[in-house]
């Protein structure tokens, strides 16, 4: 299995992956939903504000990732991004490589300066790579949630790091209630 940036001319297939797989777990209205935020992402973000990894086995794209940027009203300097959406093809899951894939990311993201990683989702899935709930009191997410104990944070630094305040933002593929 390699794990690496992915290469700009795979976005469409990246796309295609999301798509497929939050269909067959999730339903069509998902998939669809899903891979318009991929090719969201891929379109209306810039280069600085987004990391993209890829799972590869023999030649084939089995798993992706994406890290997208978030501002906070203070600004603490803090590299901050959010990770989302991430999935593993139907035909490779149960297999370790979606916790594998995000902890390249996060590695990766640590080596690039970032400082504290978000996510929103299962928290017994990523709390196997580190996330720890965070109180939607404590951290505002950048839309009501419809799930706040999918709220979760991780440092990338120690946990002493200090969690960003006030009001935050995420990139323009993101800002939609419907993914919050």
């Given at each position: 299995m390699n794990f690496r940036h992915h290469s700009q001319h795979e976005s469409q297939a990246i796309v295609q992956l999301f798509a497929s797989v939050f269909t067959a777990s999730e339903g069509e209205t998902e998939g669809t939903l899903?891979?318009?935020l991929a090719e969201d992402l891929f379109e209306k973000t810039?280069?600085?504000?987004?990391f993209n990894f890829v799972a590869e086995d023999e030649g084939r794209i089995v798993g992706a990732i994406s890290f997208s940027r978030m501002r906070f009203e203070d600004d603490?300097?803090?590299?901050?991004?959010?990770?989302?959406?991430?999935?593993?093809?139907?035909?490779?899951?149960?297999k370790g490589i979606g916790q594998a894939l995000i902890n390249h990311g996060l590695k990766e993201l640590k080596d690039a300066g970032v400082g504290i990683v978000f996510t929103y989702g299962d928290p017994a899935?990523?709390?196997k790579v580190g996330f720890r709930p965070i109180s939607p009191e404590t951290v505002a997410?950048?839309?009501?949630?419809?799930?706040?104990?999918?709220?979760?944070?991780?440092?990338?630094?120690?946990d002493s790091t200090e969690m960003p305040a006030g009001k935050c933002t995420c990139v323009e593929a993101f800002n939609n209630?419907?993914?919050?």
């Open positions: 899903i891979g318009r810039d280069a600085q504000d987004l603490n300097d803090m590299e901050t991004f959010l990770l989302a959406p991430v999935a593993v093809h139907s035909d490779h899951q149960g899935f990523y709390g997410a950048p839309f009501e949630l419809s799930f706040p104990e999918g709220w979760l944070g991780q440092s990338l630094l120690d209630s419907v993914y919050w």
